[in-house]
């Protein structure tokens, strides 16, 4: 088992920023990608970033790219997403996950772990 607590989420002004961590505890951090998901109200959860285990590759959805970065430091068992720029449609609950496989980090399909969420909100 791996357990994902998410925390950073709060209020902002559009064009400011955040910083979002997960948490992880449990089985070996390392051998997990990682990555954020979101769902704003009535939507259907959207991917956001994907990290992998070592942190050498990442993938973003095109909504955010350029704005959000994501980083992880395994000595911490600690997943970090940057967001910058700051935008009211990037208001959602932002979940975290971890899985083995990066096909399913990058779609969202099947993910093994998902933590319970943080919540987003930009102001206008």
């Known amino acids: 088992q791996v357990q994902l607590v998410e925390s950073g989420g709060g209020l902002v002004q559009a064009g400011g920023s955040l910083r979002l961590s997960c948490a992880a505890s449990?089985?070996?951090?390392?051998?997990?990608?990682m990555g954020w998901f979101r769902q704003a109200p009535g939507k259907e959860r959207e991917f956001v970033g994907a990290?992998?285990?070592?942190?050498?590759?990442?993938y973003y959805a095109d909504s955010v790219k350029g704005r959000f970065t994501i980083s992880r430091l395994n000595a911490k068992n600690t997943v970090y997403l940057q967001m910058n720029s700051l935008k009211p449609e990037d208001t959602a609950v932002y979940y975290c996950?971890?899985?083995?496989?990066?096909?399913?980090?990058?779609?969202?399909?099947?993910?093994?772990?998902w933590g319970q969420g943080t919540q987003v909100t930009v102001s206008s």
């Open positions: 996950a971890a899985d083995t496989a990066w096909v399913n980090i990058r779609t969202g399909a099947s993910i093994e772990y």
């Open positions: 449990g089985r070996t951090f390392r051998n997990y990608h």
């Open positions: 990290i992998g285990w070592s942190g050498s590759m990442t």
